[in-house]
């Protein structure tokens, strides 16, 4: 899975795990982050920041 194929799941979701926390974690790592991805995991910090997400366990 994708980068920001697991952003755009996360974001359907409205929940991650916490793999899915240290895979995105992982990625912020490499120099191929796109504008777009980031964009998307900001969504993703903001839901979770205001309690619109919440990281579960798998």
């Excluded at 240290?22 to 982050?33: N, R």
């Amino acid at each position: 899975m994708s980068f920001q194929t697991l952003l755009e799941t996360a974001l359907r979701q409205n929940f991650i795990t916490p793999e899915t926390q240290a895979i995105i974690a992982q990625c912020l790592w490499t120099d191929e982050v796109t504008q777009q991805q980031l964009n998307l995991l900001q969504v993703v910090v903001e839901k979770l920041e205001s309690g619109k997400m919440q990281v579960v366990a798998s």
